[in-house]
Nanobody, 121 residues
Framework: QVQLVESGGGLVQPGGSLGLSCVISRDVFTIYVMGWYRQAPGKQRELVAQITSDSKTEYADSVKGRFTISRPSAINTVHLQMSRLQPEDTAVYYC???????????????WGQGTAVTVSQ
């Protein structure tokens, strides 16, 4: 079974920083894009940031200049560094990957279980 394993959520004060990481449990993807969505209580899920296989990045306007997405040297990993966090960043953050799966021979999109980020005093 292939899973996305997320880590790094938690409670942080306004103005603080937090990093999220996501790892694909098995090396079965040729990755097209990895990224993060978030869903705040009572709101729709929204794209936060994504990064393509050739390192092109895209950010939501609300996080530009504060969040940075990267693919560390481990090829099945994506990291989201969040700084200057505000209460409106409070949400469950979901990692995803889209790519070609070599185990089932088709394009596929996979989601993580989500990790909660709470920004509060």
């Amino acid at each position: 079974q292939v899973q996305l394993v997320e880590s790094g959520g938690g409670l942080v004060q306004p103005g603080g920083s937090l990093g999220l990481s996501c790892v694909i449990s098995r090396d079965v993807f040729t990755i097209y894009v990895m990224g993060w969505y978030r869903q705040a209580p009572g709101k729709q899920r929204e794209l936060v940031a994504q990064i393509t296989s050739d390192s092109k990045t895209e950010y939501a306007d609300s996080v530009k200049g504060r969040f940075t997405i990267s693919r560390p040297s481990a090829i099945n990993t994506v990291h989201l560094q969040m700084s200057r966090l505000q209460p409106e960043d409070t949400a469950v953050y979901y990692c995803y990957v889209e790519g070609f799966r070599h185990d089932i021979y088709r394009d596929s999109k996979l989601w993580g279980q989500g990790t909660a980020v709470t920004v509060s005093q």
